[in-house]
């Protein structure tokens, strides 16, 4: 019975050793000056959405936007909604010699974005305006030139919030001022309308998606 104590005693000092061993060896290997494994950084926070911070004011990219110009060929003018463009009207009004001649030859449009803070909460807001020029003297099925003559300037205006998930929240508002003569009535085929769409303001969401825009 001594005998089987005394082996079950030596089992458990013999597993106690080993158990103790690493710990020793560390203490060791510090002491002698060993260098040991550095710890493991801490994980990165996630990135916040929307754009990253950068300077409190104007960071960097903080205005971008785009410009474009279009021409339309001869019989796609796009009809600017100011005339009648049914054939007895046109006639009426003198055919060629029209005087009510509101179809674009060409467009020039942009679209300009300002976020001007970097820092804080206020960084996902920004300002946002869309001009387009319409510049032309056409009549359909009558008279098509390559005239520049200014038709009218519509524009859109707004500001808007950067959501998660890719989504913004934005509020639009939508004019149209009319160009040169076309301030005053232009003939018995003026419909004396407020241009394409008129006069309105929206409330509304965007989202992006596969890599367009802020989605990147």
């Given at each position: 019975?001594?005998?089987?104590?005394?082996?079950?005693?030596?089992?458990?000092?013999?597993?106690?050793?080993?158990?103790?061993?690493?710990?020793?060896?560390?203490?060791?290997?510090?002491?002698?000056?060993?260098?040991?494994?550095?710890?493991?950084?801490?994980?990165?926070?996630?990135?916040?959405?929307?754009?990253?911070?950068?300077?409190?004011?104007?960071?960097?990219?903080?205005?971008?936007?785009?410009?474009?110009?279009?021409?339309?060929?001869?019989?796609?003018?796009?009809?600017?909604?100011?005339?009648?463009?049914?054939?007895?009207?046109?006639?009426?009004?003198?055919?060629?010699?029209?005087?009510?001649?509101?179809?674009?030859?060409?467009?020039?449009?942009?679209?300009?974005?300002?976020?001007?803070?970097?820092?804080?909460?206020?960084?996902?807001?920004?300002?946002?305006?869309?001009?387009?020029?319409?510049f032309g003297n056409n009549v359909p099925q009558f008279k098509y030139t390559a005239s520049m003559a200014g038709i009218a300037?519509?524009?859109?205006?707004?500001?808007?919030?950067?959501?998660?998930?890719?989504?913004?929240?934005?509020?639009?508002?939508?004019?149209?001022?009319?160009?040169?003569?076309?301030?005053?009535?232009?003939?018995p085929a003026d419909l004396n309308t407020h241009g394409p769409y008129g006069l309105y303001t929206t409330i509304g969401a965007?989202?992006?998606?596969?890599?367009?825009?802020?989605?990147?």
């Open positions: 019975m001594k005998n089987r104590i005394r082996g079950i005693l030596l089992l458990v000092s013999a597993i106690l050793i080993f158990a103790c061993m690493p710990g020793l060896a560390q203490d060791f290997s510090a002491t002698m000056g060993v260098p040991t494994a550095a710890p493991a950084p801490p994980a990165p926070r996630p990135t916040s959405w929307g754009v990253p911070e950068g300077r409190m004011f104007f960071p960097h990219n903080s205005v971008r936007g785009y410009t474009d110009f279009s021409f339309a060929p001869p019989h796609n003018e796009p009809d600017l909604g100011r005339c009648n463009p049914s054939f007895p009207a046109i006639v009426s009004a003198g055919g060629a010699s029209s005087t009510c001649n509101a179809y674009a030859r060409y467009l020039w449009s942009g679209y300009l974005e300002i976020q001007p803070f970097g820092k804080t909460f206020a960084r996902h807001a920004f300002v946002f305006f869309t001009p387009t020029f319409s300037f519509e524009r859109a205006v707004g500001f808007g919030f950067e959501l998660p998930k890719n989504f913004e929240f934005r509020v639009t508002q939508h004019q149209v001022d009319w160009l040169g003569r076309y301030n005053h009535n232009v003939g965007r989202w992006y998606f596969g890599g367009y825009g802020r989605s990147q």
